[in-house]
T-cell receptor
């Protein structure tokens, strides 16, 4: 089955530690995205990638980093510089950036 | 600056009746619109789309209406079913742009 997989579903980290969230897709999509969802807010774009080895900052990129070494994978690192890292993180992919995205199940990150 | 707004955080409807979810946008360049449905702790799933060349798109019980002059779209669900209880997000993009902008969501509860 084609789809987009995020792991883990729940993640706990101590303040000051970097943490990497995994996102893998087997839909052969060129574009991939990371969003953050906070209570009472919509999905806000952190980073997106249109093609392998290329990525662009979204609206709230500060404190995050990404890589796109393979078409299938777009991991997100939440660094210690991110002031409010506790959130629900969603990864998505699409055929290109003008088309609708297919979302993963999300990762709930809690920093204590 | 929120470019896509869903001003009703929640909506309750009796089973069998019509649910109407509203969405407003500010950017006149937006020409492609999506509705997603999201259950708690899961990723959003695509529901229905509409492009600016149309003013209505229908898929089963779901119909999206677009009023370009008012910069307003709405999602109608008829008849509403308890399984429709979820958070609904609208999203908008300009085909020449590089991302979708999401609203803050409306939580729909369908009462049996």
């Amino acid at each position: 089955d084609g789809g987009i997989t995020q792991s883990p579903k729940y993640l706990f980290r101590k303040e000051g530690q970097n943490v990497t969230l995994s996102c893998e897709q087997n839909l052969n999509h060129d574009a991939m995205y990371w969003y953050r969802q906070d209570p009472g807010q919509g999905l806000r774009l952190i980073y997106y990638s249109q093609i392998v080895n290329d990525f662009q900052k979204g609206d709230i990129a500060e404190g995050y980093s990404v890589s796109r070494e393979k078409k299938e994978s777009f991991p997100l690192t939440v660094t210690s510089a991110q002031k409010n890292p506790t959130a629900f993180y969603l990864c998505a992919s699409s055929t290109d950036i003008t088309e609708k995205g297919f979302f993963g199940q999300g990762t709930r990150l809690t920093v204590v | 600056d929120q470019q896509v707004k869903q001003n009703s955080p929640s909506l309750s409807v009796q089973e069998g009746r019509i649910s109407i979810l509203n969405c407003d946008y500010t950017n006149s360049m937006f020409d492609y619109f999506l509705w997603y449905k999201k259950y708690p702790a899961e990723g959003p799933t695509f529901l229905i789309s509409i492009s600016s060349i149309k003013d209505k798109n229908e898929d089963g019980r779901f119909t999206v209406f677009l009023n370009k002059s008012a910069k307003h779209l709405s999602l109608h669900i008829v008849p509403s079913q308890p399984g429709d209880s979820a958070v609904y997000f609208c999203a908008a993009s300009a085909r020449t742009g590089n991302q979708f902008y999401f609203g803050t969501g409306t939580s729909l509860t369908v009462i049996p």
